[in-house]
C-alpha cells in the first residue's frame, strides 16, 4: 500500500537554478509534493558539477530527486507564456534570481495576484528584495562572510575558515521550505480568505539566523565573540583531541554531573570536587589546564579505548567520521539514512532527507532524472498541448 506524505496535492514550480532554490524544492518533493523544476535548454549548471558519472553530475542524482524537470527557455516570450499558466495553476513558486529579474520577464508575484491569489511565492536571493544591497550578487560564500558566520569561525587570529560544503545555500535552502510551509499553513487556516503571499529569504539572513547570543552579547555587554578553534567560547569542556592511533574524537562534558563523570574516567576524581572545575563559569576560568588534562590523556590512548571507556561513563564523545566510516557504521544504516536508487542499471545511494515522520514519512520515488524528462508529460497534463505543438515548440528552441 502507497504510504501518503504529507505535502501530497501541492504543486510546486521550482523556477532557481543551483542549490539554494533546489535544495528548498528538494525537501518538499521528498515529503510528497508534486515539484515541476522549469530548466533552460542546457539544465542547471549543477548538472556538470563536481563528481560526473556518465556525464552527470551526481549532487544531481540527489538534489533534484523526485522532481518533475521540464526545459523551457525563458528568454523566449513563448517560454515565459508557459512558465505563467503553469505557475497560475500551481500553489508555490520557487525562485532565486537576482531581485527584478522575474519581473523584468512578467512573472513577479503580482503578475498572479488576480489570476492566482493562493499563490505562495518563495525568493531566495543573496540580500533580499529590497534594501541596498539588494541587487548585489550574492553568493553563498559571501553571505556567509557578511552575516556574521565565518566571523567565528577557524582559529584565533587566522583567516577566516568555511567548511567544505555549501552551507548558506543549504540553510536558506531550509528556510525557504520552512517558510513555505508556513504560508500554507496560513493560507489554509479556518476562517481566513485563502491569500497567498511572498516569501522573501536571503542567504545572509538565513546564516545570521544561526548567531545564538552573538548580537545580545554584544550589545548588552560590549563583547565580540571571537573565533576558538575546535572549542565553543564559553562551555567548557568541548573540544576535538588526537589519540594515540591518530584518529580524533570529540569530548562534549560542560555539563556539571558530565564533567565529574568525565574525571572519574580520566582518573582524577579529585577534580570533580575543586572548586576551580566545579561549575561552568569557574571551568571556562581554567579552561587550558583542563584542556591540557584531556589532551594528554587522550594522546596517551588508542581512540576505540576512550571511547568505550566514555560510553560506560555516560560522557557524550564521539570520532571525527568521514562519509566512508558513515557507510559502514550500522547505526546510520539501522536508521535508514541511505536510500538506493538505481542510474542506467546501476545502484546508487542517496543520503535520506530529515526529518523523520513515523506516520508519513518522505522518501525518495526516483533520482534527479534526465534533461527534458518530463517536458511533454508536465505539458500535455498542464496545459493540455498537443503533440504538434510540442513538436512545434522543440524546433523553436522554446522546449
Known amino acids: 500500500m502507497h504510504t501518503p506524505k504529507p505535502l501530497s496535492g501541492i504543486k510546486v514550480i521550482e523556477v532557481g537554478q543551483l542549490l539554494a532554490g533546489p535544495f528548498a524544492g528538494c525537501m518538499l ?6 515539484v515541476i523544476k522549469v530548466e533552460p535548454p542546457g539544465g542547471d549548471p549543477i548538472r556538470g558539477w563536481r563528481v560526473l558519472k556518465d556525464g552527470t553530475s551526481l549532487w544531481w542524482r540527489s538534489l533534484a530527486r523526485n522532481k518533475k524537470c521540464i526545459t523551457v527557455d525563458l528568454k523566449s516570450e513563448t517560454g515565459r507564456d508557459i512558465t505563467q499558466q503553469l505557475i497560475n495553476g500551481a500553489d508555490v513558486v520557487i525562485e532565486n534570481f ?30 533580499g528584495q529590497d534594501g541596498p544591497y539588494a541587487k548585489k550578487p550574492g553568493f553563498a560564500s559571501v553571505c556567509e562572510g557578511i552575516s556574521g558566520f565565518r566571523y567565528v569561525n577557524g582559529h584565533p587570529g587566522e583567516v577566516p575558515v568555511r ?6 545555500d543549504t540553510i536558506s535552502g531550509l528556510h525557504a521550505a520552512f517558510g513555505i510551509l508556513l504560508a500554507i499553513l496560513e493560507r489554509n487556516n479556518a476562517g481566513r480568505n485563502g491569500q497567498g503571499q511572498v516569501v522573501d529569504v536571503a542567504l545572509y539572513e538565513s546564516m545570521f539566523n544561526l548567531l545564538e547570543a552573538v548580537v545580545p552579547e554584544f550589545d548588552g555587554a560590549g563583547i565580540v565573540r571571537e573565533p576558538s578553534g575546535t572549542t565553543v567560547t564559553g562551555i567548557v569542556p ?3 583531541y588526537r589519540c594515540k592511533d591518530g584518529k580524533y574524537i570529540v569530548i562534549g562534558a560542560n555539563g556539571d554531573s558530565i564533567f565529574q563523570r568525565l574525571m572519574d574516567a580520566v582518573g582524577k576524581p579529585e577534580w570533580a570536587t575543586d572548586a576551580r572545575f566545579s561549575t561552568n563559569a569557574s571551568r571556562v ?51 535508514g539514512l541511505f536510500e538506493k536508487v538505481t542510474i542506467n542499471g546501476e545502484p546508487l545511494k542517496l543520503p535520506a532527507i530529515l526529518p523523520k515522520l513515523t506516520g508519513t514519512p518522505g522518501g525518495t520515488e526516483w533520482a534527479g532524472p534526465e534533461l527534458g524528462s518530463h517536458t511533454q508529460e508536465v505539458l500535455t497534463e498542464n496545459l493540455g498541448l498537443t503533440e504538434q505543438q510540442l513538436a512545434a515548440l522543440k524546433r523553436q528552441g522554446v522546449i
Not at 163 to 168: C, D, E, K, Q
Request: hydrophobic share 35%.
Open 238 to 240: 568541548t573540544n576535538t
Open 285 to 335: 576560568a581554567h579552561e587550558p589546564e583542563i584542556d591540557r588534562l584531556l589532551a594528554d590523556w587522550c594522546a596517551a590512548n588508542e581512540s576505540t579505548t576512550l571511547l568505550r571507556l566514555l560510553d560506560q561513563h555516560r560522557v557524550p564523545a564521539g570520532p571525527i567520521y568521514s562519509v566512508e566510516d558513515m557507510l559502514s557504521d550500522r547505526h546510520f544504516c539501522d536508521r
Open 29 to 34: 518533493a521528498y515529503f510528497g509534493a508534486e
Open 163 to 168: 567548511p567544505n560544503l555549501s552551507i548558506g
Open 98 to 127: 537576482r531581485p527584478g529579474v522575474m519581473e523584468k520577464w512578467g512573472l513577479g508575484p503580482e503578475q498572479f495576484t488576480n489570476s492566482n491569489p493562493g499563490l505562495i511565492y518563495a525568493r531566495i536571493s543573496g540580500y
